[in-house]
């Protein structure tokens, strides 16, 4: 396992505080410099040991990092690691851990063009399928990433051993890392993701309030990560916007299929949408 | 609190052994009589000291019990109940744990004037607000109605001696019971656990298999209940078809706000959406 002399994390929040406990217990990191815009969820991070030392700015975060690791929300990633490319000394991987790919991969292969992008400075992005509904340093763990897939997608212009670097990266951290092109990811992720959580958050606010004290455990489970933050999956759903679309209207059409079942109290048709839906669930797995 | 000589359970299976772990456990029943169709299921429920005694029949069941549960799928109830109902003494009560509540409590006040029913036998609705995806004794729990909430139907006909009996009773099992109509009980159940379920299944049935493995814990949680038996959702979905064919309309117009949203890219009122959502499910809590 390669030990890096330097890692800079660029947002020190659950994903990214977790990235830096599980560098740190694991050995795999002799410095961890996080930067961010709040003082005090750098001071939280710095504090629980996610970090080794808070950066003053952005320059000073990555300009002896061997990797950095921008986790912002998906609207700011082109800006951050184009800032950050200006200031990596030659050699430099930058990765992210955006929800979304297919347009940050792209906006990026675009920026390092620019003359002001760092010489021999290569970006490759990431997208670990952790995390939950909370937020901050606080909710972050050294576990977050064990046995959890890591989407990489790499593209042509991608170097082999940027592609091999990463992949040892994420594995280290427990990772299962599977690469992917950015398209075919937000594809599949507005399936299993995307629309997922905008259905969570319909049935949330489908509930009438006088029946919210008649909830219990199904009720919670299907709209629990509709907790999460409105700004970041405003983000998400507008950067993926068309498969989200083609997903939701697969979704509607599916949904269409029950109601035709129940309005005919049609008991066979129901127990076989019921089965196919338990067939695939029960796959998966808890 | 008072304790009861004989409760006889009909069907122990999640539910009714949970219901007969919790008495034993709080020593709430002397006797804890267990009948049902699978002999195995009897001797699992009697091995983990959830009942005391296997009846050979329901007649034997029911005959010294001053209370009978009824747990059984909702198609069923109704008919167990006609039966036990014969074979009961006196001033016995029956309840239920149906999760539909108004075809069953219709039925069965008919039912009780039927010159077959037993003289001064009385039943009264119930359906405890929990349990989960499994099934079996063996998923049973002591503490699976505490600080649960325990819908109770009473009607006009409703003695008062037998509201407070059963209220006693689950409140004896750690439940907060409410009071409520059987119609009113499943316009509510409609909108908080018979829609989440069935969306629930939509969204893992509408899940490309390819993309499966690309699942992650907002899928597993959104989907959670979808691995629940499918016979039993049958049941439950067109025993109150009318009022989840309501819920499932009014999901269908808010869901389509939200198609509209996104193809506009209206990253405002999509933002509006969310924390409405969030706003709901932050007031449940896990």
């Known amino acids: 396992m390669k030990a890096w002399n330097c890692v800079a994390i660029v947002g020190v929040g659950l994903i990214g505080g977790s990235v830096g406990l599980a560098l740190r217990s694991r050995g795999m990191a002799i410095k961890v410099v996080g930067f961010g815009s709040r003082r005090a969820t750098l001071e939280t991070a710095n504090k ?16 002896e990092a061997e990797l950095v690791v ?4 998906v609207a700011d990633i082109v800006e951050q690691v184009r800032q950050a490319a200006r200031f990596c000394r030659p050699g430099t991987l930058i990765t992210d851990v955006g929800s979304t790919k297919a347009e940050i991969v792209a906006e990026l292969e675009k920026a390092a063009e620019e003359p002001a992008w760092g010489r021999e400075v290569h970006f490759l992005g990431s997208h670990p399928l952790a995390g939950n509904e909370r937020k901050g340093p606080q909710h972050a763990s050294a576990d977050l990433f064990a046995r959890r897939i890591v989407v990489i997608t790499p593209t042509p212009r991608t170097r082999n051993e940027d592609r091999s670097a990463l992949a040892e990266f ?7 890392v599977v690469p992917m092109s950015a398209d075919e990811h937000d594809r599949a992720l507005a399936a299993t993701s995307h629309l997922p959580h ?18 219990a455990g199904g009720w919670q489970d299907t709209t629990r990560i509709a907790a999460g933050d409105p700004l970041l999956w405003r983000q998400i759903m507008l950067a993926n916007r068309t498969n989200l679309l083609a997903s939701l209207d697969r979704f509607a059409t599916l949904l269409a299929d029950w109601r035709a079942a129940l309005d005919a109290g049609d008991a066979v048709e129901l127990e076989r949408l019921l089965t196919e839906a338990k067939r695939i669930r029960d796959a998966v797995g808890s």
Chains 1, 2 share one sequence.
């Open 170 to 176: 994420w594995a280290g951290l427990g990772a299962n």
């Open 48 to 63: 629980l040991g996610a970090i080794t030392e808070i950066a003053a700015d952005l320059n000073g975060a990555v300009a």
């Open 198 to 215: 905008l259905v969570a958050a319909a049935i949330a606010g489908a509930t009438p309030e006088r029946y919210v004290t008649l909830t």
């Open 70 to 73: 921008v986790c912002a929300p």
